[in-house]
Antibody
Protein backbone atom coordinates (compact mmCIF):
# COMPACT_ATOMS: atom_id res chain seq x y z
CA UNK A 1 0.00 0.00 0.00
CA UNK A 2 1.34 3.41 -1.01
CA UNK A 3 1.76 5.72 1.96
CA UNK A 4 3.09 9.26 2.19
CA UNK A 5 3.59 10.72 5.65
CA UNK A 6 4.52 14.38 6.02
CA UNK A 7 6.09 15.90 9.11
CA UNK A 8 7.88 19.04 10.19
CA UNK A 9 5.05 21.55 10.10
CA UNK A 10 5.33 24.17 12.82
CA UNK A 11 4.56 27.69 13.96
CA UNK A 12 7.37 29.93 12.74
CA UNK A 13 7.97 33.65 12.78
CA UNK A 14 8.10 35.71 9.61
CA UNK A 15 11.57 35.45 8.13
CA UNK A 16 12.08 32.06 9.72
CA UNK A 17 12.80 28.65 8.27
CA UNK A 18 11.38 25.15 8.49
CA UNK A 19 12.12 21.83 6.82
CA UNK A 20 9.32 19.49 5.86
CA UNK A 21 9.78 15.78 5.35
CA UNK A 22 7.65 13.21 3.55
CA UNK A 23 8.35 9.56 4.26
CA UNK A 24 7.24 7.30 1.44
CA UNK A 25 6.51 3.59 1.53
CA UNK A 26 4.79 0.92 -0.51
CA UNK A 27 6.45 1.74 -3.84
CA UNK A 28 9.88 2.11 -5.46
CA UNK A 29 10.50 5.69 -4.41
CA UNK A 30 13.43 6.47 -6.71
CA UNK A 31 11.40 5.75 -9.85
CA UNK A 32 8.77 8.41 -9.17
CA UNK A 33 8.80 12.19 -9.42
CA UNK A 34 7.40 13.87 -6.32
CA UNK A 35 5.88 17.24 -5.60
CA UNK A 36 4.86 19.56 -2.82
CA UNK A 37 1.44 21.21 -3.13
CA UNK A 38 0.10 23.68 -0.59
CA UNK A 39 -3.32 24.86 0.48
CA UNK A 40 -3.83 28.03 2.49
CA UNK A 41 -6.63 27.83 5.08
CA UNK A 42 -9.98 27.82 3.30
CA UNK A 43 -8.32 28.30 -0.10
CA UNK A 44 -7.50 26.23 -3.16
CA UNK A 45 -4.56 24.06 -4.13
CA UNK A 46 -1.27 25.57 -5.25
CA UNK A 47 1.65 23.70 -6.81
CA UNK A 48 4.94 24.51 -5.07
CA UNK A 49 7.72 22.33 -6.48
CA UNK A 50 8.53 19.05 -8.22
CA UNK A 51 11.61 16.84 -8.20
CA UNK A 52 12.20 14.00 -10.61
CA UNK A 53 13.62 10.62 -9.65
CA UNK A 54 16.88 11.89 -11.08
CA UNK A 55 16.70 15.00 -8.91
CA UNK A 56 15.96 17.64 -11.55
CA UNK A 57 13.78 20.29 -9.94
CA UNK A 58 11.15 22.87 -10.77
CA UNK A 59 9.61 25.60 -8.63
CA UNK A 60 6.67 27.95 -8.66
CA UNK A 61 7.80 31.54 -9.18
CA UNK A 62 6.54 32.59 -5.75
CA UNK A 63 8.95 30.24 -3.95
CA UNK A 64 11.96 30.19 -6.24
CA UNK A 65 15.05 31.22 -4.30
CA UNK A 66 13.36 30.68 -0.93
CA UNK A 67 12.38 26.99 -1.00
CA UNK A 68 14.52 23.98 -1.91
CA UNK A 69 13.11 20.58 -2.74
CA UNK A 70 15.31 17.53 -2.34
CA UNK A 71 15.07 13.80 -1.86
CA UNK A 72 17.02 10.99 -0.24
CA UNK A 73 16.24 7.89 -2.26
CA UNK A 74 18.10 5.68 0.23
CA UNK A 75 15.60 6.78 2.89
CA UNK A 76 12.57 7.06 0.56
CA UNK A 77 12.09 10.58 1.87
CA UNK A 78 11.19 13.87 0.22
CA UNK A 79 12.12 17.21 1.74
CA UNK A 80 11.19 20.86 1.41
CA UNK A 81 13.50 23.41 2.99
CA UNK A 82 11.59 26.66 3.39
CA UNK A 83 13.44 29.91 4.16
CA UNK A 84 12.43 33.57 4.40
CA UNK A 85 8.89 32.59 5.27
CA UNK A 86 6.10 35.14 5.11
CA UNK A 87 2.57 35.19 6.48
CA UNK A 88 1.41 34.33 2.97
CA UNK A 89 3.18 30.98 3.19
CA UNK A 90 0.80 29.78 5.91
CA UNK A 91 -0.73 26.60 4.54
CA UNK A 92 -1.11 22.86 4.73
CA UNK A 93 1.71 21.36 2.70
CA UNK A 94 1.01 18.07 0.96
CA UNK A 95 3.53 15.79 -0.66
CA UNK A 96 2.21 13.97 -3.69
CA UNK A 97 3.41 11.29 -6.09
CA UNK A 98 3.28 11.84 -9.83
CA UNK A 99 1.48 9.23 -11.86
CA UNK A 100 4.07 8.20 -14.45
CA UNK A 101 4.32 10.81 -17.19
CA UNK A 102 0.73 11.89 -16.85
CA UNK A 103 1.31 15.17 -15.05
CA UNK A 104 -1.05 14.40 -12.21
CA UNK A 105 -0.86 13.13 -8.65
CA UNK A 106 -2.16 9.67 -7.87
CA UNK A 107 -1.27 9.59 -4.16
CA UNK A 108 -1.20 12.35 -1.55
CA UNK A 109 -0.05 12.53 2.03
CA UNK A 110 -2.31 13.80 4.78
CA UNK A 111 -0.53 17.15 4.89
CA UNK A 112 1.44 19.10 7.48
CA UNK A 113 0.52 22.60 8.64
CA UNK A 114 2.97 25.46 8.49
CA UNK A 115 1.82 28.61 10.27
CA UNK A 116 3.84 31.78 9.82
CA UNK A 117 2.96 34.33 12.45
CA UNK A 118 4.60 36.66 14.92
CA UNK B 1 1.38 31.04 -15.89
CA UNK B 2 -1.64 29.31 -17.37
CA UNK B 3 -4.78 30.33 -15.48
CA UNK B 4 -7.45 27.73 -14.85
CA UNK B 5 -10.98 28.98 -14.28
CA UNK B 6 -13.70 26.69 -12.99
CA UNK B 7 -17.43 27.30 -13.14
CA UNK B 8 -19.54 27.36 -11.22
CA UNK B 9 -17.70 28.09 -7.96
CA UNK B 10 -20.39 26.16 -6.13
CA UNK B 11 -23.55 24.27 -6.90
CA UNK B 12 -26.36 22.61 -5.01
CA UNK B 13 -27.75 19.34 -6.26
CA UNK B 14 -29.71 16.34 -5.08
CA UNK B 15 -28.73 12.70 -4.93
CA UNK B 16 -29.32 11.19 -8.34
CA UNK B 17 -28.84 14.47 -10.24
CA UNK B 18 -26.49 14.78 -13.17
CA UNK B 19 -24.01 17.63 -12.77
CA UNK B 20 -21.32 19.16 -14.95
CA UNK B 21 -18.36 21.29 -13.86
CA UNK B 22 -16.41 23.31 -16.40
CA UNK B 23 -12.72 24.18 -16.40
CA UNK B 24 -11.28 26.68 -18.85
CA UNK B 25 -7.57 27.23 -19.50
CA UNK B 26 -6.18 30.63 -20.41
CA UNK B 27 -4.29 28.99 -23.29
CA UNK B 28 -4.35 25.63 -24.99
CA UNK B 29 -3.18 22.72 -22.86
CA UNK B 30 -3.96 19.78 -25.19
CA UNK B 31 -5.37 17.10 -22.88
CA UNK B 32 -3.00 17.75 -19.98
CA UNK B 33 -5.77 18.06 -17.43
CA UNK B 34 -6.63 16.22 -14.23
CA UNK B 35 -9.58 16.39 -11.83
CA UNK B 36 -9.39 15.91 -8.08
CA UNK B 37 -11.99 15.48 -5.36
CA UNK B 38 -11.36 16.90 -1.91
CA UNK B 39 -13.47 16.45 1.20
CA UNK B 40 -13.14 18.71 4.26
CA UNK B 41 -10.01 18.00 6.28
CA UNK B 42 -8.77 15.43 3.79
CA UNK B 43 -6.15 15.34 1.05
CA UNK B 44 -7.30 15.56 -2.56
CA UNK B 45 -7.95 12.36 -4.49
CA UNK B 46 -7.35 11.89 -8.20
CA UNK B 47 -10.53 11.26 -10.18
CA UNK B 48 -9.56 11.67 -13.84
CA UNK B 49 -6.40 12.43 -15.79
CA UNK B 50 -5.45 13.10 -19.40
CA UNK B 51 -8.81 14.89 -19.51
CA UNK B 52 -10.90 11.73 -19.80
CA UNK B 53 -9.08 8.76 -18.26
CA UNK B 54 -10.72 7.49 -15.10
CA UNK B 55 -8.35 6.57 -12.31
CA UNK B 56 -8.58 2.88 -11.43
CA UNK B 57 -11.20 2.32 -8.76
CA UNK B 58 -13.15 5.53 -9.44
CA UNK B 59 -16.83 4.86 -10.19
CA UNK B 60 -17.91 5.04 -13.82
CA UNK B 61 -20.50 7.71 -13.03
CA UNK B 62 -17.57 10.14 -13.26
CA UNK B 63 -16.50 11.17 -16.75
CA UNK B 64 -14.39 13.88 -18.31
CA UNK B 65 -14.06 15.45 -21.69
CA UNK B 66 -12.39 18.28 -23.53
CA UNK B 67 -9.17 19.31 -25.18
CA UNK B 68 -7.39 22.58 -25.80
CA UNK B 69 -8.93 25.15 -23.49
CA UNK B 70 -12.34 23.81 -22.44
CA UNK B 71 -12.94 20.79 -20.24
CA UNK B 72 -15.80 19.26 -18.30
CA UNK B 73 -16.24 16.88 -15.40
CA UNK B 74 -19.61 15.15 -15.31
CA UNK B 75 -21.13 13.05 -12.56
CA UNK B 76 -24.02 11.16 -14.10
CA UNK B 77 -25.90 10.36 -10.90
CA UNK B 78 -24.73 12.09 -7.74
CA UNK B 79 -24.21 9.87 -4.74
CA UNK B 80 -23.95 11.01 -1.11
CA UNK B 81 -20.20 10.37 -1.11
CA UNK B 82 -19.69 12.70 -4.10
CA UNK B 83 -20.45 15.89 -2.19
CA UNK B 84 -17.05 17.55 -2.05
CA UNK B 85 -14.92 20.21 -3.72
CA UNK B 86 -13.53 19.43 -7.15
CA UNK B 87 -10.36 20.94 -8.64
CA UNK B 88 -8.96 20.82 -12.14
CA UNK B 89 -5.19 20.96 -12.70
CA UNK B 90 -3.11 21.49 -15.82
CA UNK B 91 0.33 20.06 -16.45
CA UNK B 92 0.94 21.46 -19.92
CA UNK B 93 3.33 24.21 -18.83
CA UNK B 94 6.34 24.01 -16.53
CA UNK B 95 4.34 25.74 -13.79
CA UNK B 96 1.39 23.51 -13.00
CA UNK B 97 -1.75 25.29 -11.90
CA UNK B 98 -5.08 24.41 -10.34
CA UNK B 99 -8.52 25.84 -10.78
CA UNK B 100 -10.06 27.63 -7.81
CA UNK B 101 -12.38 24.73 -7.03
CA UNK B 102 -16.08 23.92 -7.34
CA UNK B 103 -17.94 22.99 -4.18
CA UNK B 104 -20.76 20.50 -4.73
CA UNK B 105 -23.29 20.74 -1.93
CA UNK B 106 -26.43 18.84 -1.03
CA UNK B 107 -29.66 20.55 -1.99
Amino acid sequence: EVQLLESGGDLVQPGGSVRLSCAASGFTFNTYAMSWVRQAPGKGLEWVSTISGGRSTNYADFVRGRFTISRDNSKSTLYLQMNSLTVGDTAIFYCARLLGGSGCYDYWGQGTLVTVSS
Amino acid sequence: DIQMTQSPSSLSASVGNRITITCRASQGISNSLAWYQQKPGKAPKLVLYAASTLKSGVPSRFSGSGSGTDFTLTISSLQPEDFATYYCQQSHSAAWTFGQGTKVEIK
